[in-house]
């Protein structure tokens, strides 16, 4: 049944009312008003368009109905971009001007919705020869930056606020593609263009993103101070608000100041069975491919966990890793896994004594940071002989039994093994070499990001943190899920004094892992 606004748009249309018609749809689909495109593809299929509501009008529509277009169906999006491109074909005559209804600024527009940047720009540079407006620099600048050639951007941005000087609302997105690449200086740059400009809506955007440039640029816990004003300024300013929480996330690192919970399917598939309830008998789970021994070891030990007694875990993966699972880089990489299949590996180590679980464990229970836990991990280490070293290794598949079992299993269990390392690494750093040479498993984890943490605190470390980042970089699966890789994004980050060009490709790669 067809909405009174959409009645209303009809009957406008139908009277020849049509430009007040695209106004009327357009403005209820951008405000969210309404929902039923369906009038989208029977106007832009009308050979009269242009004629019946003007070139202006038609580039105003085209221009504020692309975010709906961007909602539909790839089917229909599909056709609705065609559709667009059909009306702009049929637009002979145009008149310039400075804003979205030019008709070069919105075709522009329309093939970057299409994610065809090199179209977009083509179509600017032609309306740029026409003549320079803000609205044609602007664009031109955006689009440069979709293509990532940041001089040209900024070259055409700074063009189109110097036709407007009170328009600077492009330095906004300017700012926003350097604050995505993690370059503060450059981002918090473009704000203070916006601030300067002083229009209070691009302003509303640009300040608590300026502070938050300047926080992350210089440390100064003023500049957080100064974030957390403007936030309580200004309670519906979601930018303010949001990077307020940013500011407390950037300033604690994974698995250095919190541990980071493990996201393998498995593993996922267990925390869901403990929050639906306990079970009994046995748990089959299936996977495309081949899951780490020690995500296999948690599952086994929270199922004992979750039921009270021991259960069958029955795996069932289709293709093994690539690069293997249980191969070593060298003779003194660590084995804990014997592999009869893929889909259950066996200890290959010794069970600790009571003695050295103890030790591990007593560390474990404590709250996690890789700081307080590493400087901690001295003392225990000098309670252990030479002889008990490997044992450490063997706490590792075989965690000790918690004191009141309030954490979950398969936490506890990564908590044990990071508990390990740092003790190790206590006793000798060669360890944490022996362990990235090792099988791929999760002690890999507290292995290079203590490796890297080291070179962070002390420079004369980041050579040897360096060379170990590059070899787990290398055993990186790039045809599966790899369980270690966005803790390697975190880690590799804290190597010191590499380009900016380093961090923001570490940066973009954690997010694009976090977005999954």
Known sequence: MRSEIVKKAEHLYETGKVPEALRCYATALWRGEEDDTGLLEVWLSDRDLVARAGEQEVCLFIASILFTIDRCEEALRERLWALCHDVFDRITECTDRADNSDRYVAECNLY???????????VILKGLERGGTTSRYTFAGLTYLDLEREEEAERYIALGVESDPGNAAAYNDLGDYYFSRRRWRKAGECYDKVLEAGDYNDCGWAEPSQIFC???????????????LCAAADAGNARAQELCRMAAFETLTPNVDYLEPSSESII???????????TSGVVRCATTCQESASSIN????????????????????????NPPLDETLDEEGIVLWRYPDINTPLPA???????????????????FSLKSWYEAAEQYAEKLSGAQRDELYGVMVYPPRQKDGRIPAEEWLALVQFAAVCILARISLHEIDRICKGQIDWPLIPAFTLAAWLSARDASYAQWAEEILNMVRSRISRENYCFFEYAYTCAAYLLPGKDES?????????QSLKEG
């Open 112 to 122: 970057r919705h299409e994610k065809k940047p090199e179209k977009a720009l083509e």
């Open 214 to 228: 300047c926080f992350m640029e210089d440390g100064e816990p003023y500049e957080l101070e100064r974030l957390v």
């Open 349 to 367: 180590v010794e069970r600790p004594s009571d003695y050295v679980g103890g030790i591990v464990a007593e560390l474990a229970e404590t709250d």
């Open 268 to 278: 996922n598939a267990v925390r869901s069975m403990r929050e639906n309830g306990t």
């Open 298 to 321: 948690a599952v086994r030990l929270a199922i004992e966990q979750i039921c009270g007694k021991p259960s069958a875990f029955e795996l069932s993966s289709s293709r093994a890793q």
């Open 502 to 510: 380093y961090y923001a490709e570490l940066w973009r790669w954690r």
